[in-house]
Nanobody, 126 residues
């Protein structure tokens, strides 16, 4: 499976962006998938997680502002980002694991995924 992110860009504080992550190659049906971000000089951090059963979890800094979802064909993962803040500025990555790797109660911060995208840049100006 190859993952390709898109939808990044530059917005002003308070604005919105919708990131997409397209899974190409094999079907990503029932995969568990996550969104991560890495700001310059900082470690990569988990942002949102979509489990293979459809449940979602979010990191505290984005709760109530970001929403993770999956397309009908399950080959595209989305991250709807609202009320963006300058501290949301980062490179955003999606990641995926086949269902047999997902386990139970995976944390939004767990980053040992098998598949990763190349990232898309999000810049929020004040």
């Amino acid at each position: 499976v190859q993952l390709q992110e898109s939808g990044g860009g530059s917005v002003q504080s308070g604005g919105s962006l919708r990131l997409s992550c397209a899974a190409e190659g094999d079907s990503a049906n029932n995969y568990c998938m996550g969104w991560f971000r890495q700001a310059p000089g900082k470690e990569r951090e988990g942002v949102a997680f979509l489990d293979s059963d459809g449940t979602t979890t979010y990191a505290d800094p984005v709760k109530g502002r970001f929403t993770v979802s999956q397309g009908t064909a399950q080959n595209t993962l989305y991250l709807e980002m609202n009320k963006l803040k300058p501290e949301d500025t980062a490179m955003y990555y999606c990641a995926a694991d086949p269902p047999e790797f997902c386990g139970d109660n995976r944390s939004v911060y767990w980053s040992g995924y098998k598949y990763w995208g190349q990232g898309t840049q999000v810049t929020v100006s004040s």
